[in-house]
Nanobody, 122 residues
Framework: QVQLVESGGGLVQAGGSLRLSCAAS????????MGWFRQSPGKEREFVAG???????YYADSVKGRFTISRDNAKNTVYLQMNSLKPEDTAVYYC????????????????WGQGTQVTVSS
């Protein structure tokens, strides 16, 4: 069992930065692929960034070059550094975990956090 708790969301002006954190409980964190997803009203939840258990990363085209995902297995925490934020980045951001390889769809992820709101004003 893995429990995930996100933090770090908030209101920021366009062009600003935020860093999201996802703290995980459970001894399987280091063996888990971790993903960040987001969902805005009326839209489906979409993949943003992910990091495999070995540290390989993958990004959605919409955030490539602006967002950076990282993990600290000693702290059981995954981070999402978001720079050059745009109003279209406004959404609830969710952290997710799964055993196995990194994937970009929601269904294979077994564990989800409660989400943290990110609002980018123009």
């Amino acid at each position: 069992q893995v429990q995930l708790v996100e933090s770090g969301g908030g209101l920021v002006q366009a062009g600003g930065s935020l860093r999201l954190s996802c703290a995980a409980s459970g001894r399987t964190f280091s063996n888990s692929a971790m993903g960040w997803f987001r969902q805005s009203p009326g839209k489906e939840r979409e993949f943003v960034a992910g990091v495999s258990w070995s540290g390989s990363t993958y990004y959605a085209d919409s955030v490539k070059g602006r967002f950076t995902i990282s993990r600290d297995n000693a702290k059981n925490t995954v981070y999402l550094q978001m720079n050059s934020l745009k109003p279209e980045d406004t959404a609830v951001y969710y952290c997710a975990a799964r055993r196995g390889s990194l994937v970009v769809t929601t269904t294979p992820y077994s564990y989800w956090g409660q989400g943290t709101q990110v609002t980018v004003s123009s």
